[in-house]
């Protein structure tokens, strides 16, 4: 069983900063690219960005340059720095995870978290 949890969403001020973390666990013998995506009220899950190392990571215009995702490999731990948030920003935020499961047979499994709420409101 493999699993992500998500925290660190709540309300913040337009302008603000949040930090959200989310951690692997279970059987788990490797994780290949970490990723955050969003979803708006009203609106389709966006992947937002995502790394596969800390250089190679990739984000949508709407957050480049205030959002920085990192990760911490030996703690199967996927970070999102989000800075100078907008009401835009409010959404349900969610970590996906490609996680190679020790086998054998070794396998390769698609995790989802189950969302943490980030609304910016004044």
């Known amino acids: 069983q493999v699993q992500l949890v998500e925290s660190g969403g709540g309300l913040v001020q337009p302008g603000g900063s949040l930090r959200l973390s989310c951690a692997a666990s279970g059987s788990i013998d490797s994780i290949t690219v970490m990723t955050w995506y969003r979803q708006a009220p009203g609106k389709q899950r966006a992947l937002i960005a995502s790394?596969?190392?800390?250089?190679?990571?990739n984000y949508v215009d709407d957050v480049k340059g205030r959002f920085t995702i990192s990760r911490n490999s030996a703690k199967n731990m996927v970070y999102l720095q989000m800075n100078s948030l907008e009401p835009e920003d409010t959404a349900v935020y969610y970590c996906?995870?490609?996680?190679?499961?020790?086998?054998?047979?070794?396998?390769?499994?698609?995790?989802w978290g189950q969302g943490t709420l980030v609304t910016v409101s004044s």
């Open positions: 996906n995870a490609g996680i190679v499961v020790p086998g054998p047979p070794i396998r390769f499994r698609e995790v």
């Open positions: 790394i596969i190392d800390s250089d190679t990571t």
